[in-house]
């Protein structure tokens, strides 16, 4: 859709199908902010936190089946199955948006419709695109107000006829006549759709409240929407983090990095370097979209303005930027307060405060063994108020890439870091990588590996193998030497006790001087089978406590494991069908025969 009146024709042609009491056009200023949160706390929807300790903080309890996004629930409804490809649900776009229409009908009888225009990225970058998202939820409009730049500033662009993306959102739960309230209204598990239609750049959201559900600028819009319109326009937008990383010389590098959720991207984003000299500021903990310069680099943007985090696990000692960044204007949901507004989830590194009540919304006994905040429990808070925020991160252009990280959780096999001999084989790094389930997850497949390209399964608009020729593409746009380098870590090898050998946190900051070394030219490494491999006098280890042996052991290519490793890629992109591209076949049949040489 594009321009003032397409948008005030679908305002109208929703509200007509919804039906709401009111509509609220938001413009994004903060006494407006302040007001829809007064009526929430008014309401019982939303509590204040302490004042004091947590300075225009609130925090929300969703409905206990409203707590994470849900992926069998979510469709690219492309017109024909095969583009949306083996990683993604699809149906018929006609029928879905039967279905969605119906659903929709009336759907927001006795609230409010809110219209917010938003920008995802810099509201004057070039490479920034505009959305406006319908929704019956004032949770996502102050949500919204943190995670995107949105109000008057993108309607005017708007109005000005630029393109904007169509975000339909309702939590499902119309009232009628006298009917009262839930404190966090939705619709149940088979009643939600989390809807994408390629052709018409459109998304229908319907009966979550919740995060990636909901805030629909976030994963539907910047990565599914997004890397649609990417691959039509000839660039990159991706689920990785992007850090800037000065040396003790003053140096400045730029990286962005893929992994799959729960492996520390926002803990990586806001590093504390423990090698002298060295500092990470962050650029974006999420979202990387990158895009080719006139000089051939490639330059990433965040296209998001804060951090929707999970809270547990969060302490001063894991990242304490995070910590610092909530403490003042920031929206918690699923954690543990208690009746003087203290806040607490498990991990947070203090003991908790007396007399909590627990995510559910009942008396928290710490003896009882259940979690008092939900494991996905979340923050939302403002990107500006990070103390590691590097100061041109909303710059326009975006920041140059020196280097890419992927990896995920592995055991065993994966070397802390390998870098790729050129950019198709980090292609195919991108395309393997992958984590361990763990108990938390299927139990039938524990330590079998779910492999994730780019930690973009749930996030990619269309077919995986089309998306995987895309990043391949990339030396048709730009050169080899220009590209930036690409690295595989893996922070999470395990000895045989089970306990990690890697300190990770702070001590990851010397494999990024290593990836700095590399991209000068300065460091050696050895040439292995699956790639460039320091050894373990090539790392930075200054002042750190590790058992020689053990790292030696995590820096060491076994044939066995890595021809085991082979076998089951193979599989995998086996799985991926006759689009997988033939190059990655070919660096696996290449990986292969160096496994199996002398
Ligand atoms: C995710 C998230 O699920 O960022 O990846 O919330
Ligand atoms: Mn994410």
Same mark, same amino acid.
Request: net charge negative; with cysteine.
């Given at each position: 859709m594009k321009g003032k009146q397409m948008l005030l024709d679908w305002v109208e042609e929703i509200r007509a199908l919804t039906t709401p009491d009111e509509v609220h056009w938001f413009s994004g200023s903060?006494?407006?902010?302040?007001?829809?949160?007064?009526?929430?706390?008014?309401?019982?929807?939303?509590?204040?936190?302490?004042? !004091?300790?947590?300075?225009?903080?609130?925090?929300? *309890?969703?409905?206990?089946?409203?707590?994470?996004?849900?992926e069998d629930r979510t469709f690219i409804s492309s017109k024909l199955e095969e583009d949306s490809g083996p990683t993604n649900n699809w149906e018929d776009p006609v029928e879905l948006k039967k279905t969605l229409t119906g659903l929709f009908t009336?759907?927001?009888?006795?609230?409010?419709?809110?219209?917010?225009?938003?920008s995802m990225g810099p509201i004057d970058s070039p490479y920034s695109k505009l959305g406006v998202e319908i929704t019956d939820s004032p949770y996502v409009v102050i949500n919204m107000a943190i995670m995107t730049r949105a109000g008057d500033a993108a309607l005017a662009r708007i109005?000005?006829?630029?393109?904007?993306?169509?975000?339909?959102?309702?939590?499902?739960?119309?009232?009628?006549?006298?009917?009262?309230?839930?404190?966090?209204?939705?619709?149940?598990?088979?009643?939600?759709?989390?809807?994408?239609?390629?052709?018409?750049?459109?998304?229908?959201?319907?009966?979550?409240?919740?995060?990636?559900?909901?805030?629909?600028?976030?994963?539907?819009?910047?990565?599914?929407?997004?890397?649609?319109?990417a691959r039509d326009e000839g660039w990159l937008a991706e689920h990785m983090l992007i850090l800037k990383l000065t040396s003790p010389e003053g140096k400045v590098y730029h990286v962005t990095g893929a992994f799959p959720s729960a492996c520390g991207k926002t803990n990586l984003a806001m590093l504390v370097p423990t090698i002298e000299g060295w500092?990470?500021?962050?650029?974006?903990?999420?979202?990387?979209?990158?895009?080719?310069?006139?000089?051939? *680099?490639?330059?990433?943007?965040?296209?998001?303005?804060?951090?929707?985090?999970?809270?547990?696990?969060?302490?001063?000692?894991?990242?304490?930027?995070?910590?610092?960044?909530?403490?003042? $204007?920031?929206?918690?949901?699923?954690?543990?307060?208690?009746?003087?507004?203290?806040?607490?989830?498990?991990?947070?590194?203090?003991?908790?405060?007396? $007399?909590?009540?627990?995510?559910?919304?009942?008396?928290?006994?710490?003896?009882?063994?259940?979690?008092?905040?939900?494991?996905?429990?979340?923050?939302?808070?403002?990107?500006?108020?990070?103390?590691t925020i590097a100061p041109d991160w909303e710059a326009p252009m975006g920041v140059p890439i020196d280097a890419i990280l992927v990896g995920g959780r592995r055991a065993t096999t994966i070397p802390l870091v390998h870098e790729s001999f050129n950019w198709q084989h980090g292609v195919f790094m991108g395309s393997i990588m992958g984590s361990e389930v763990t108990a938390a997850v299927i139990s039938d497949k524990i330590g079998q590996v779910r492999r994730d390209p780019f930690a973009m399964l749930p996030f990619i608009g269309y077919h995986v193998g089309d998306y995987l020729k895309n990043w391949l593409s990339a030396?048709?746009?730009?050169?080899?030497?220009?590209?930036?380098?690409?690295?595989?870590?893996?922070?999470?090898?395990?000895?045989?006790?089970?306990?990690?050998?890697?300190?990770?946190?702070?001590? $990851?900051? *010397?494999?990024?001087?290593?990836?700095? !070394?590399?991209?000068?030219?300065?460091?050696?490494?050895?040439?292995?089978?699956?790639?460039?491999?320091?050894?373990?006098?090539?790392?930075?280890?200054?002042?750190?406590?590790?058992?020689?042996?053990?790292?030696?052991?995590?820096?060491?290519?076994?044939?066995?494991?890595?021809?085991?490793?082979?076998?089951?890629?193979?599989?995998?992109?086996?799985?991926?069908?006759?689009?997988?591209p033939r190059e990655l076949y070919d660096e696996l049949d290449a990986l292969e025969e160096r496994l199996s040489e002398d």
């Open positions: 903060q006494e407006e902010i302040k007001s829809l949160t007064d009526m929430m706390v008014e309401k019982g929807i939303a509590e204040r936190l302490n004042e !004091e300790l947590y300075p225009g903080c609130t925090h929300f *309890r969703s409905d206990a089946s409203d707590v994470a996004r849900v009336g759907s927001m009888k006795g609230r409010t419709l809110y219209v917010i225009p938003f109005e000005a006829g630029e393109e904007f993306v169509p975000c339909l959102h309702s939590v499902g739960a119309p009232l009628e006549e006298g009917q009262e309230d839930v404190a966090w209204p939705c619709a149940p598990m088979d009643k939600k759709y989390i809807a994408h239609f390629p052709e018409d750049r459109a998304i229908w959201s319907f009966g979550s409240g919740y995060g990636g559900n909901a805030l629909l600028g976030k994963k539907c819009f910047a990565l599914r929407i997004a890397s649609i319109q500092k990470v500021e962050t650029v974006g903990d999420d979202i990387a979209w990158m895009h080719y310069g006139e000089d051939g *680099r490639l330059y990433a943007i965040n296209p998001e303005a804060g951090f929707f985090g999970v809270a547990p696990g969060t302490s001063e000692k894991s990242n304490p930027s995070a910590m610092a960044t909530i403490q003042k $204007n920031t929206i918690f949901t699923n954690n543990a307060t208690n009746a003087k507004g203290e806040l607490w989830w498990e991990g947070m590194g203090v003991e908790a405060p007396e $007399n909590l009540v627990d995510w559910k919304g009942q008396p928290w006994d710490p003896e009882s063994g259940e979690k008092a905040a939900h494991p996905n429990a979340r923050f939302t808070t403002p990107a500006s108020q990070c103390p030396t048709e746009k730009s050169s080899e030497d220009k590209l930036p380098r690409i690295f595989y870590v893996n922070w999470f090898r395990k000895n045989d006790e089970g306990k990690f050998i890697w300190p990770g946190f702070g001590d $990851n900051s *010397r494999v990024l001087k290593w990836i700095t !070394e590399r991209i000068d030219g300065t460091a050696p490494a050895r040439k292995t089978p699956i790639g460039y491999v320091p050894a373990f006098e090539d790392l930075d280890l200054t002042g750190l406590d590790v058992d020689e042996e053990e790292i030696r052991d995590i820096l060491t290519i076994d044939r066995d494991e890595w021809l085991e490793e082979a076998r089951s890629i193979r599989e995998h992109f086996d799985g991926y069908g006759e689009k997988m």
